[in-house]
């Protein structure tokens, strides 16, 4: 079942990644730059105290399509929502490159 779920996490992300729409600044530009991170609960996260409309607007806009995406992939997999944003979260956070930041479980931003 782990390794299903692993597959299923997998090509959640591809499809989720492929699907971002187009902003002033990219994800990645805003990870690499330390505006945003990844929470541990696989959501996007504003790490900057004062961010731009633009950086409001993609993480509100990705974590939509994450939630619709993790809730589509626990039933399929027949898991909760919980269990699959957590595994994500886990995921987002080991993939992420040294230098961006990431939420560790006291909710305090660190650099990877």
């Known amino acids: 079942m782990l390794r299903t779920l692993s597959k299923i996490l997998t090509a959640g992300l591809l499809a989720l990644s ?3 729409p187009a902003f002033a600044l990219s994800l990645d530009e805003a990870k690499s730059s330390g505006m945003v991170g990844e929470r541990a609960t696989g959501y ?3 790490v900057t105290s004062s961010p731009s ?3 409001k ?4 806009e990705i974590n939509s399509k994450r939630r619709a995406l993790y809730q589509q992939k626990a ?3 027949g898991v909760s929502l919980d269990v699959m944003e957590l595994r994500t979260g886990q995921r987002l956070q080991e993939m992420a490159p040294a230098g961006e930041y990431i939420q560790d479980g ?3 931003w660190r650099r990877k």
């Open 18 to 20: 492929l699907s971002m």
């Open 44 to 46: 996007l996260g504003i």
């Open 53 to 55: 409309a633009d950086v």
């Open 57 to 60: 607007a993609m993480v509100n």
């Open 75 to 77: 039933s399929k997999a």
């Open 106 to 108: 006291n909710g305090q």
